[in-house]
């Protein structure tokens, strides 16, 4: 299983091809700063949420691995594009608040507000689709057989 302290060490990163018993594909990577660098292996995991546990400075999430599988680069080339895309989306945005602020004058606190805000916007859309491959899944059985495109069913 994965662990991690501090953001260092290994994680699960991915959900690629739900089934309707609410597994799906993961990579295991090696990550510094929650940020995946070097990917390990692949599984088809169950994630059972009713065991997760939080604490104040974060949580532990609890998998059944059901099977090890090879490693799937089309995931891990996802997760890869999409850190890139965040990292591009949070510094343009960041930059563009800065920018802002020089211009007109605005308020020191926007600098920090409106990159949070803005930075959850990849997050909010990454979970809606997520959500709506799993509702296929759990209708139609798996991704396979819903006939849902590569973006719905290889989520990151």
């Not at 594009?81 to 004058?105: E, H, N």
Request: charged share 15%; glycine share 8%.
């Amino acid at each position: 299983m994965p662990t991690s302290i501090n953001g260092i060490g290994t994680r699960f990163y991915g959900a690629a091809s739900p089934q309707a018993d609410g597994s799906v594909i993961t990579t295991k990577w090696f990550a510094v700063i929650f940020i995946p660098l070097i990917p390990l292996s692949s599984y088809r995991v169950k994630r059972h949420t009713h065991r997760d546990r939080f604490w104040i400075f974060g949580h532990s999430a609890s998998y059944s691995i059901i099977k090890k599988l090879p490693i799937q680069w089309r995931q891990v080339l996802k997760t890869y594009s999409f850190a890139l895309f965040f990292a591009v989306w949070l510094g343009t945005v960041c930059l563009g608040s800065g920018l802002a602020i020089d211009k007109w004058q605005l308020p020191l606190w926007v600098i920090g507000v409106v990159p949070l805000i803005l930075g959850t916007v990849p997050f909010i859309a990454l979970e809606i689709i997520r959500a709506k491959a799993m509702k296929h899944a759990r209708s139609y059985g798996s991704a396979e057989e819903a006939h849902l495109t590569d973006s719905d069913s290889a989520i990151l």
